[in-house]
């Protein structure tokens, strides 16, 4: 019997945490597998997914800048890749069929679900900051989840209008975002404002009411600017670490057979 591989793919790819993360689970449930870091240019890419189940290769998850276009290369596309536009995990069929899926959203909740279990998606709209591919999947997460409104503000206003429009929320001009907070109760940041060498989310939280939830998927810091005025405030706070440790959870019980757990344990050998 072949030992099960599977990797992540992207470009650049040195700067992932998912070799770690997948190692961990590897080690802890005594599994014969590997989980190995792949970069992968992008005119290489549909060669590269064609040979991998020769190689042994059980599935990838696959980071910046192929997300997109994985899409177009996989055999089977889950609803929910459809719906985000974007895959994030693959799996090879004993055939070397490709099934594309997006993990995004379930790590997005499961990490909400975890950390903020008293959080209600029902209890009010939420603000989505930023319109990227990470704001498609959190929209999604949001919708399946019930939340009654999704108000999505971004820096660039068209990007915003554009995602409004295909998914049916409402768009907000980025200089009216602190007045939005009067009524929300739970915003979301999907930008790389706060994130470490990048500026920090400049918005005023004095309209947000203290029983809101904030997170954000930034997870370097792992307490963002933003996630610290929200503390302040009072306000459930959640860092975006989670969402990559849930997000993997799929892939590897896919892969390797076993359903792996996010505990405190894997959180600080990640950090680590």
């Known amino acids: 019997m072949k030992t099960p591989l599977a990797g992540v793919i992207?470009?650049?790819?040195?700067?992932?945490?998912?070799?770690?993360?997948?190692?961990?689970?590897?080690?802890?449930?005594?599994?014969a597998g590997h989980y190995v870091p792949l970069?992968?240019?992008?005119?290489?890419?549909?060669?590269?997914?064609?040979?991998?189940?020769?190689?042994?290769?059980?599935?990838?998850?696959?980071?910046?800048?192929?997300k997109e276009a994985v899409l177009a290369l996989a055999d089977d596309v889950s609803e929910t890749a459809l719906r985000i536009g974007a895959a994030n995990t693959l799996t090879f069929g004993p055939d070397g069929r490709l099934h594309a899926d997006n993990t995004d959203a379930y790590g997005f909740i499961a990490n909400l679900r975890q950390n903020a279990p008293g959080w209600d998606a029902t209890s009010g709209p939420a603000l989505v900051l930023g319109a990227g591919g990470a704001a498609r999947a959190v929209i999604v997460a949001l919708q399946d989840a019930g939340v009654p409104e999704i108000v999505l503000t971004n820096r660039t206003a068209a990007r915003a209008?554009?995602?409004?429009?295909?998914?049916?929320?409402?768009?907000?001009?980025w200089d009216d975002r602190g007045r939005a907070l009067a009524n929300t109760a739970c915003v979301v940041n999907t930008t790389s404002l706060g994130m470490q060498g990048q500026p920090k989310m400049d918005l005023d939280l004095g309209?947000?009411?203290?029983?809101?939830?904030?997170?954000?998927?930034?997870?370097?810091?792992?307490?963002?600017?933003?996630?610290?005025?929200?503390?302040?405030?009072?306000?459930?706070?959640?860092?975006?670490?989670?969402?990559?440790?849930?997000q993997a959870v799929p892939g590897f019980a896919r892969w390797f057979g076993t359903r792996p757990e996010v505990t405190d344990a894997l959180r600080a050998a990640v950090l680590a």
């Not at 650049?12 to 590897?26: E, F, I």
């Not at 209008?161 to 001009?173: H, I, K, N, Q, Y």
């Not at 309209?207 to 503390?231: C, F, G, K, M, N």
């Open 10 to 31: 992207g470009c650049p790819v040195g700067h992932s945490r998912s070799p770690v993360l997948h190692g961990t689970w590897l080690r802890h449930h005594g599994i």
């Open 39 to 66: 970069h992968v240019e992008a005119g290489d890419l549909a060669e590269v997914l064609r040979a991998m189940p020769r190689m042994g290769f059980v599935g990838a998850n696959v980071t910046i800048p192929h």
């Open 161 to 173: 209008d554009a995602l409004a429009a295909e998914f049916g929320v409402t768009a907000l001009p």
């Open 207 to 246: 309209a947000l009411p203290a029983s809101a939830l904030v997170t954000d998927i930034v997870y370097s810091p792992l307490e963002t600017p933003l996630l610290a005025a929200a503390r302040a405030r009072g306000c459930t706070v959640v860092d975006g670490l989670g969402m990559l440790l849930h």
